[in-house]
């Protein structure tokens, strides 16, 4: 088995980090907000999809005007199927191309295209083509959290519920592979598949700051918690987990496992929807503080913040924030996507069904 890591200057800098800053609005104010993006959503014909990582109240607004919560699949699949002739994307750039990808014939707009991904920003489409080029003989296989263009450079997309069975399937048939961009998920994935991987250095800046040696004591002081991990998360973390799954695994081991209380290692924004599928189930954040912490996230993505209800009404009123996406590159990152799902649907799983970005 043999990994090698690429230079670490394609690692994203701290500084270019932004801060995280949590929209706080008066009861009224919100009240009315919603009101207000509720009736645009209704004369725009327009559908609503928010990431489990976004804000409590964008969730809460997809359920109730007959939108979707979930992962960046599924929010372009529910897109898909969806009547609407809009698609309103509220979680990180590369989920608004990809559901522009799967849906091109519809319009996509985002509350703050600013909104990016520190695992997308780490794996830049020429750095990365000119790194697969050095190396032909590899199957290129990309996570979700990447740009159009790097998924119309791969051979196959993966989401974190699908990559062990991909490269393990793979590695299978004789192939040796290229992994981007999140180094901690790939590092996984190896030692799950045996595969022969190459590894991209990149990370999420949320996952990387969980700390092993304070979960550890964590435990000690809550000895009935178990722990939920992402495996974004890095090595000393995942070890400690009961369940290491994708966002949808992570809420369906809170309803399904009998413990009382979870300890998870993934973004807080995802306790809104555990709380809701088990109420009575106590949920603490993994700890991010520790030995080398930077506290970059405090276990809240800074990009998915930039989502927020007046940047919501504001998009819709003035028909901002629109995405596009060449026609080439739809044309050629769709085949990676559609072998993801041609695949799970050979294996009889749910195509949608346990994955995420």
Not at 13 to 30: C, M, N
Not at 162 to 175: H, I, M, P, Y
Not at 279 to 291: D, L, V
């Amino acid at each position: 088995m043999h990994s090698a890591i690429i230079p670490p200057d394609f690692r994203l800098p701290p500084e270019q980090v932004p801060e995280t800053v949590v929209e706080q609005l008066q009861h009224e104010e919100r009240d009315e907000c919603i009101r207000r993006i509720k009736r645009l959503l209704r004369a725009q014909d327009a559908t609503l999809v928010a990431h489990y990582y976004t804000d409590p109240d964008l969730q809460l607004l997809a359920d109730e005007t007959g939108g979707h919560v979930s992962d960046s699949l599924d929010m372009a699949r529910f897109g898909h199927e969806a009547d609407a002739s809009t698609l309103v994307v509220c979680g990180v750039r590369f989920m608004g191309e990809t559901a522009k990808i799967l849906n091109p014939e519809k319009r996509v707009i985002m509350p703050d295209l600013h909104a990016d991904c520190s695992l997308d920003l780490g794996c830049p489409i020429d750095a990365f083509d000119a790194f697969c080029n050095q190396h032909p003989d590899r199957v290129v296989v990309v996570y979700a959290n990447t740009s159009a263009a790097v998924k119309a450079r791969a051979d196959w997309m993966v989401t974190s519920g699908s990559a062990v069975d991909v490269v393990r399937r793979l590695a299978e048939q004789g192939n040796k592979i290229i992994w981007a961009p999140d180094k901690y998920l790939g590092e996984y994935v190896q030692a799950q598949s045996g595969a022969d991987m190459l590894l991209w250095q990149g990370s999420c800046v949320v996952h990387e700051e969980f700390k092993g040696r304070e979960l550890a004591e964590l435990k000690r002081r809550h000895p009935g918690a178990r722990v939920l991990v992402h495996p974004e998360s890095p090595a000393p973390v995942i070890a400690q987990a009961d369940v290491v799954s994708s966002t949808t695994g992570i809420i369906k081991a809170a309803t399904e496992l009998e413990a009382d209380t979870f300890i998870v290692a993934t973004d807080k924004g995802i306790f809104y929807k555990m709380q809701q599928a088990a109420p009575h189930k106590t949920y603490i954040e993994a700890p991010t503080a520790g030995r080398g912490a930077t506290c970059k996230s405090c276990a809240h993505c800074p990009w998915m913040a930039m989502n927020s209800l007046t940047k919501l009404l504001d998009t819709l009123r003035r028909g901002a924030n629109e995405i596009f996406v060449d026609e080439a590159i739809i044309t050629r990152a769709r085949r990676p996507i559609q072998r993801l799902l041609d695949f799970t649907t050979r294996r009889g799983q749910p195509v949608y069904g346990n994955n995420d970005a």
